[in-house]
């Protein structure tokens, strides 16, 4: 299950191989600041493209919900419901009740904090999937799932209660998400989707008594790790969980690529007796070219306290650098005209492209053309054409991928 903050990052998910996509809407969703929810006009093309492609479209409508939200959570359930979306994902009871009066199948967030087998029976009464804690441990997890075999607990649907858990991407100090930091500093409320991360800045201590102050060094004291199951994917799905959420509805569209891509050959690899060190070094290699804050396993192996980042924002050891727009495609031999619009594009170059249909292309400069003529070296300015792997769109992005 991968992340989808706009079209190419859908599309990007889709190349990537995941199963199912979810997505915001509106401002009823936890990443309600990003600029890139969608809207309920986008409902109907994201359903279709979904269906294309046989995948499942999950919207996440999971925050806090008050008296002057209900309009609008009723707007989007019925509208995700007349277009065939697959599922909401939702943690307030409003939004979990009126979905079922409308039929909607519903998956139940991260948000409820879902630790135990009493709360998946309480929930089984209005969901089939459902999300675990992120604090839980491997152990635990796959007491509830035998749990949930062994006394045949079952959803709506009539068949036994799925259960989903994260397997990559951001972690909150605070359990499942539920802080109040950015609420007390800003009154940006992180329940609200309106988080301002302030938890992951430098902090100093101050010895109240005497005015001393100390600075924290090499470590981001309430800005954990990203979480990163590749190591032990294998032990994971043995617990008996159903659905790998990948975390991301705020990053770039090479990232949805790169790690759903990673989490699909893993899960494959898993599946057919492959799964070895070497291919995790091969994935962790990959998900370590895009946005990351460093990575530990989480508390999925029992650890009790967080691993902490020594660094403020993406520890990728690769980065991409904006070279311009593309401007035509010639289908019958597979290239892009392009415009140069700042840097300059070397043969050799790393490239990526990226958009709203093309999702994205990644593949080396190996001929650059002006005019018909092979070039070495394109500088600012000038219109030029290059051999890509797949077809691509007016105005899709051109950019040149380089060591962080």
């Given at each position: 299950?991968?992340?989808?903050?706009?079209?190419?990052?859908?599309?990007?998910?889709?190349?990537?191989?995941?199963?199912?996509?979810?997505?915001?809407?509106?401002?009823?969703?936890?990443?309600?600041?990003?600029?890139?929810?969608?809207?309920?006009?986008?409902?109907?093309?994201?359903?279709?493209?979904?269906?294309?492609?046989?995948?499942?479209?999950?919207?996440?409508?999971?925050?806090?919900?008050?008296?002057?939200?209900?309009?609008?959570?009723?707007?989007?359930v019925d509208e995700a419901a007349s277009q065939g979306i697959s599922a909401i994902i939702a943690s307030d009871q409003a939004a979990i009740g009126y979905a079922r009066s409308k039929g909607m199948p519903v998956h139940i967030s991260t948000q409820v904090n879902i630790s135990n087998i009493e709360t998946i029976k309480f929930y089984a009464l209005f969901a089939d999937?459902?999300?675990?804690?992120?604090?839980?441990?491997?152990?635990?997890?796959?007491?509830?799932?035998?749990?949930?075999?062994?006394?045949?607990?079952?959803?709506?649907?009539?068949?036994?209660?799925?259960?989903?858990?994260?397997?990559?991407?951001?972690?909150?100090?605070?359990?499942?998400?539920?802080?109040?930091?950015?609420?007390?500093?800003?009154?940006?409320?992180?329940?609200?989707?309106?988080?301002?991360?302030?938890?992951?800045?430098?902090?100093?201590?101050?010895?109240?008594?005497?005015?001393?102050?100390?600075?924290?060094?090499?470590?981001?004291?309430?800005?954990?790790?990203?979480?990163?199951?590749?190591?032990?994917?294998?032990?994971?799905?043995?617990?008996?969980?159903?659905?790998?959420?990948?975390?991301?509805?705020?990053?770039?569209?090479?990232?949805?690529?790169?790690?759903?891509?990673?989490?699909?050959?893993?899960?494959?690899?898993?599946?057919?007796?492959?799964?070895?060190?070497?291919?995790?070094?091969?994935?962790?290699?990959?998900?370590?070219?895009?946005?990351?804050?460093?990575?530990?396993?989480?508390?999925?192996?029992?650890?009790?306290?967080?691993?902490?980042?020594?660094?403020?924002?993406?520890?990728?050891?690769?980065?991409?650098?904006?070279?311009?727009?593309?401007?035509?495609?010639?289908?019958?031999?597979?290239?892009?005209?392009?415009?140069?619009?700042?840097?300059?594009?070397?043969?050799?170059?790393?490239?990526?492209?990226?958009?709203?249909?093309?999702?994205?292309?990644?593949?080396?400069?190996?001929?650059?053309?002006?005019?018909?003529?092979?070039?070495?070296?394109?500088?600012?300015?000038?219109?030029?054409?290059?051999?890509?792997?797949?077809?691509?769109?007016?105005?899709?992005?051109?950019?040149?991928i380089v060591d962080a």
């Open positions: 299950m991968a992340p989808a903050g706009n079209f190419e990052s859908m599309m990007a998910a889709i190349q990537g191989g995941a199963d199912s996509v979810y997505f915001g809407i509106e401002q009823l969703n936890m990443r309600a600041r990003a600029t890139m929810n969608f809207t309920l006009e986008d409902l109907g093309e994201i359903a279709r493209i979904c269906n294309q492609h046989g995948v499942k479209s999950y919207i996440t409508l999971n925050t806090i919900l008050y008296d002057h939200d209900l309009s609008l959570m009723r707007r989007i999937v459902m999300v675990l804690a992120r604090e839980l441990s491997m152990i635990q997890m796959r007491e509830i799932t035998q749990t949930i075999e062994r006394e045949k607990i079952t959803g709506p649907s009539g068949e036994l209660v799925r259960i989903e858990v994260f397997a990559h991407g951001a972690l909150c100090m605070a359990i499942s998400g539920k802080c109040y930091l950015s609420l007390h500093t800003h009154n940006s409320s992180a329940n609200r989707g309106v988080c301002i991360q302030n938890c992951r800045r430098q902090y100093e201590v101050k010895d109240r008594d005497e005015g001393h102050e100390f600075h924290i060094e090499n470590e981001y004291i309430m800005s954990p790790k990203d979480l990163n199951t590749l190591p032990f994917l294998d032990q994971l799905l043995d617990t008996g969980i159903d659905v790998l959420k990948v975390e991301g509805r705020g990053r770039a569209p090479e990232y949805v690529k790169a790690v759903t891509q990673a989490y699909r050959q893993g899960i494959d690899s898993v599946l057919e007796g492959t799964f070895t060190p070497a291919k995790v070094d091969g994935w962790m290699s990959e998900v370590e070219k895009v946005y990351n804050r460093g990575f530990w396993g989480g508390y999925y192996l029992g650890k009790k306290l967080g691993e902490w980042s020594d660094t403020y924002g993406s520890k990728a050891t690769t980065k991409k650098v904006y070279l311009g727009k593309s401007l035509h495609y010639f289908p019958r031999v597979h290239v892009g005209e392009f415009k140069m619009e700042s840097h300059k594009l070397n043969k050799g170059d790393k490239l990526l492209i990226t958009g709203p249909v093309t999702g994205v292309l990644e593949f080396t400069a190996d001929e650059i053309r002006v005019d018909d003529q092979p070039v070495d070296t394109i500088e600012q300015g000038v219109s030029f054409s290059l051999k890509v792997p797949d077809k691509v769109r007016p105005s899709d992005k051109l950019y040149k």
